[in-house]
């Protein structure tokens, strides 16, 4: 927003406060409000970015009550509003109560205008920044294909693939880590081809002991082994007319390998201890994210059973290399798993959002929901931390309860955050904070921040 034009609500009952306030925000469009009422008519009418509120108000102006009410309600009709309280030196621990129902900050009367400018003004950055991510989550849930999140040029690249060839029955292989979303992106396949209306038969070779994968694979007859007490028919023949996904592929042994290389030849199933063969229609889809090259140089992997299974291949990028779906994923799967588990979070903090987006995630999106749902499930409170992720730097040090520490600690997370956000482009970040690039260039330099973020 231009000078003038963003707003910020003031809530107190001083009105000479309120008036040294309006001068000190000239720069913003203010608001001011002495009562509960008031203030909540406002943030009703009008989006607030930001919001300062004085607990001791009446009438309960040497308590807490009001204030802490007010902050409820606010969050209440706006939850994407920062809420800064002023508090005095003796309600320190009411302002600590308030950060625990989701207050933004606090900051300590008698009033420092150049520290409150700046409290106000990273409050207003943050807004801005989780408005983007927002966008980008909406952005991200219009993708190509349903139930896929995709922000990023990479997995978008691979979904208008998927698109392409899913209407042919050409067998794919995908090929990603662990952990990339292949089986959801084989379903799209099979979603999206003819073959939609008949069954989507998944197995994972890796998960199955060999001993047990052909009669998981092809079935058996009655009588065929010890323990077969009838006839079970395999995984292939339950996927007739449809698709059958073979996840990692690469650790289907060599016996193994030569049976599915004669199906895949004349599509014909012949169970354990039968002698009547069986002719299905199905399509393959394979996953791995081993290198198969490598096994085939070192004979552990048939060349001819490579090209069946590789007529048309598909990579998967892992999470790391997807820009900023990794704070996109971040964010659906808290709303998903909030409202599955009834928890009130309703985002995450400066310092968690800086840390989804600088974490490599080894594990990928699996790891990342795994993460998710499990700092849902324990935190208690509104705002998820890097701590409730798991991913507080190992070994650090108690966290300064002094305000001066802790506002340079947020800055410094407000920037990590802005750089991740524009792919540590300095002109973007500094657009996004709203400074100019040799001002972000200086405050960069004075807390030791790098372009490795």
């Excluded at 408005?131 to 991200?140: K, Q, T």
């Excluded at 599915?260 to 169970?271: A, H, I, K, T």
């Excluded at 199905?282 to 096994?295: F, H, S, Y």
């Amino acid at each position: 927003m231009a000078p003038n034009e963003t707003p910020l609500l003031i809530v107190d009952d001083d009105a000479g406060l309120l008036r040294q306030l309006r001068w000190a925000f000239s720069d913003h469009k203010v608001y001011t409000a002495s009562t509960r009422q008031e203030a909540i008519a406002v943030v009703e009418k009008d989006p607030i970015p930001v919001a300062i509120v004085d607990l001791g108000l009446p009438p309960d102006p040497d308590g807490a009550s009001e204030g802490l009410a007010i902050l409820a309600e606010i969050l209440a009709v706006a939850p994407a509003t920062k809420v800064i309280i002023a508090t005095g030196n003796e309600t320190r621990e009411h302002a600590l109560r308030a950060i625990s129902l989701g207050a933004y900050d606090f900051y300590q009367k008698p009033i420092n205008i150049d520290v409150l400018q700046l409290i106000v003004s990273r409050a207003g950055q943050m807004f801005e920044l989780e408005a983007e991510n927002r966008r980008l989550l909406e952005a991200a849930l219009a993708s190509p294909i349903d139930g896929i999140i995709a922000n990023s040029t990479g997995i978008l690249r691979v979904l208008r693939t998927i698109e392409k060839i899913a209407p042919t029955d050409v067998a794919v292989l995908l090929r990603g880590e662990s952990g990339t979303g292949k089986e959801l992106l084989a379903q799209a396949i099979h979603k999206l081809s003819a073959r939609a209306r008949e069954p989507f038969v998944p197995i994972n070779c890796a998960a199955i002991p060999e001993t047990l994968l052909e009669s998981e694979l092809f079935g058996h007859e009655k009588g065929a082994f010890t323990g077969a007490v009838k006839q079970t028919i395999g995984r292939i023949e339950s996927a007739d007319g449809g698709t059958l996904f073979l996840d990692e592929i690469g650790d289907v042994p060599l016996p193994m390998q030569v049976k599915l290389l004669r199906f895949l030849q004349n599509q014909v199933v012949e169970r354990i201890g039968g002698r009547q063969p069986v002719q299905v229609d199905v399509r393959i889809v394979c996953a791995t994210n081993q290198d198969l090259e490598l096994m085939m140089a070192e004979g552990r992997f048939r060349e001819d059973l490579y090209y069946r299974l590789n007529e048309v291949t598909v990579g998967v990028p892992p999470l790391r290399e997807r820009e900023s779906d990794a704070v996109v994923l971040a964010s659906f799967f808290m709303r998903r798993f909030a409202a599955e588990y009834g928890r009130s979070v309703r985002g995450f903090g400066t310092a968690a959002l800086a840390a989804i987006s600088e974490y490599a995630w080894p594990g990928n999106v699996r790891e990342l929901e795994n993460r998710v749902k499990r700092a849902v499930v324990m935190t208690d409170g509104p705002l998820l931390s890097a701590a409730d992720l798991g991913l507080a730097t190992y070994g650090e040090k108690p966290q300064s309860l002094g305000l001066r520490e802790a506002r340079a600690r947020a800055e410094r997370e407000v920037l990590q955050l802005a750089l991740a956000q524009a792919g540590s482009n300095l002109s973007k970040a500094a657009k996004l904070l709203g400074i100019s690039r040799p001002t972000l260039y200086d405050l960069m330099q004075q807390h030791q921040i790098g372009l490795d973020v």
